[in-house]
């Protein structure tokens, strides 16, 4: 497993609600490389609950949505942007659970148009959420005039915590 570094860290304005570590209300997301799949190790808190204990699901959602948007960025070295989200909740998870992971994969590439699909487990290891990003690739030219050049990994056997 290795850590993939973050190409948006030096760029300015650069405030991502997912994955910047600096903003003071967002997820800090980091993501690891395992073979075919972009990992998310993250631990939620009561700040993102809806219901009482549980967390909400816009959450979720926003959770699938980040990770697919990485497998673009490490696996087809572009910028892109979601076009079509999915979710399928299948468990309640709950704001207090010690780790949730991510896993995305990137299922079909045509025409600049990348499908993903991404599961959510809980900390026992149970998809308690699925779903299907549609991502626009953005094209060599246009990726760099949104500031990325590349995306690499900082090494291997890598643990998150």
């Known amino acids: 497993m290795r850590k993939i570094r973050n190409p948006w860290l030096h760029k300015e304005g ?3 609600f997912g ?3 600096a903003n003071p209300i967002g997820l800090h997301m980091e993501f690891f490389e395992e073979g ?4 998310c190790f993250w631990r939620p808190s009561d700040y993102y609950q809806g219901w009482v204990g549980v967390l909400h699901g816009g959450i979720i959602s926003t959770l699938i949505d980040e990770t697919a948007g990485w497998v673009v960025t490490r696996k087809l070295q572009a910028a892109g942007m979601t076009s079509k989200l999915s979710v399928t909740y299948r468990k309640a998870l709950t704001s207090d659970e010690v780790q949730i992971t991510i896993k995305a994969r990137l299922v079909e590439e045509r ?3 990348a499908t ?3 599961t959510v487990e809980n900390a026992r290891g149970e998809v308690a959420a699925e779903g299907e990003a549609v991502y626009f690739v953005m094209s060599e030219e246009k990726s760099r005039e949104m500031g990325f050049t590349e995306c690499g990994v900082e090494g291997d056997n890598l643990l998150p915590f």
């Open 14 to 16: 650069y405030n991502c």
């Open 19 to 21: 994955c910047a570590p």
């Open 36 to 39: 075919d799949d972009i990992l």
């Open 111 to 113: 025409h600049h148009m």
């Open 116 to 118: 993903i699909s991404v």
